[in-house]
């Protein structure tokens, strides 16, 4: 689950990372006050979950209240397109209005989980302000890392060895040594997946202050959460991936036309594999897991025909504690409560597979049946 920009800053403040002044607002007079209480001057953020909100005109510096006023109302109620949320942009339903700060430099902080050390890692650069992608293509060796213990914790000698690296002055070291400790906390504690900071920004004053933030958390551990869970917003989410996660399913929305449904991650990646191999993109996987009831295949059939971009469906299930009956039975209910215009190519496998495909040949729905993966794949991608 991702966290809203200004939503990450209210959880750095708990855990001392030091942030600009500022506050939300939804409303472009409520942007105009807390200009005023700025001073007269404010950079209003867009609030959505995609980076790249600069170059796609979502960040505007403004020199008074009434310029506030006009670019908050100029953003909340449209749609930001920028290059990671796809032509269809995403809502601005809240614009952050923050102090302007003089930057003498901009430095990169994150920490990740890294599978290859089973642990958290630190990042740090001096070259902040860009993505972290392209400065391990140009300049490598301007990365430092620091392994995260999750026994022994952040240690204060690995905020020194990246503040060193990184550049910041040596009267700022320990200020820096300090912000990477309560990043490290903050992780942690709220079971994140990824704590970003970029840029970190040494002031015009000689502070460190987190010019930007972004968090994202483990859904799976969300349960023990409430106050993260809180902050999740639907409204920057699929509509079909909002209706899936209500009903207890793994669904991704992808940019091909051929539906998918499955049970079971590793049985998706191998059938998304070969719908490429064959010529044709996945729309979407669906992933019912390994012991959903005919109602949550139903719901889910459901989920993949309501994709308008899904011209054509594969469903590639194993037959587990899911009887292939059951999921038989379940495609056959949502196929007539919602109608379907679109070919439908069902390959089955394993527990009652030879009831399931019985089951879909007597139904009279024109569902095309495969024996194997490669057939289902080949018949779906001739499918029109």
Do not use: W
């Amino acid at each position: 689950m991702k966290a809203h920009e200004y939503q990450a800053k209210q959880l750095f403040a708990e855990y001392g990372i030091p942030i600009p002044k500022g506050g939300v607002a939804r409303t472009p007079a409520r942007a105009k006050k807390l200009t005023e209480q700025l001073g007269g001057k404010a950079v209003i953020k867009a609030q959505v979950h995609a980076g790249g909100r600069g170059k796609a005109g979502g960040v505007k510096l403004v020199n008074s209240p009434e310029e506030a006023h006009a670019a908050a109302k100029a953003l909340l109620g449209k749609r930001l397109v920028t290059h990671q949320t796809g032509p269809e942009g995403a809502p601005v339903n809240q614009v952050l209005v923050e102090e302007q700060m003089a930057v003498r430099k901009e430095l990169y902080l994150s920490i990740v989980m890294d599978s290859a050390a089973r642990m958290p890692v630190m990042m740090a650069s001096e070259a902040g302000g860009m993505e972290i992608e392209e400065v391990a293509a140009k300049a490598p060796e301007k990365i430092f890392r620091a392994a995260i213990h999750p026994v022994v914790g952040f240690q204060p000698y690995q905020g020194r060895q990246l503040a060193y690296g990184m550049n910041i002055p040596p009267e700022l070291v320990r200020a820096a040594g300090d912000v990477m400790a309560n990043l490290a906390r903050l992780f942690q504690a709220k079971d994140c997946s990824l704590a970003e900071i970029n840029p970190l920004v040494i002031t015009g004053d000689g502070r460190i202050l987190a010019l930007d933030a972004k968090l994202n958390f483990d859904d799976d551990a969300l349960f023990r959460h409430e106050d993260v869970a809180a902050l999740h917003d639907p409204a920057q989410e699929d509509p079909l991936e909002v209706e899936a996660h209500k009903a207890g399913i793994s669904y991704i929305k992808l940019d091909g036309d051929v539906g998918c449904m499955v049970n079971g991650a590793g049985l998706a990646m191998a059938t998304l594999d070969v719908i490429k191999l064959m010529g044709a993109t996945p729309a979407n996987f669906l992933d019912v897991g390994g012991g959903a009831s005919e109602e949550q295949v139903a719901a889910a059939f459901k989920i993949i025909l309501a994709d308008k971009e899904a011209k054509r469906v594969l469903v590639n299930l194993f037959g587990g504690i899911l009887r292939c009956d059951v999921a038989a039975n379940g495609i056959i209910r949502a196929v007539k409560e919602v109608g379907v215009h679109v070919p439908i190519v069902v390959r089955m496998l394993g527990t009652n597979a030879e009831e399931g495909k019985k089951i879909l040949a007597q139904s009279g729905l024109n569902i095309i049946v495969a024996n194997d993966l490669n057939e289902a794949a080949q018949k779906v991608v001739a499918a029109r």
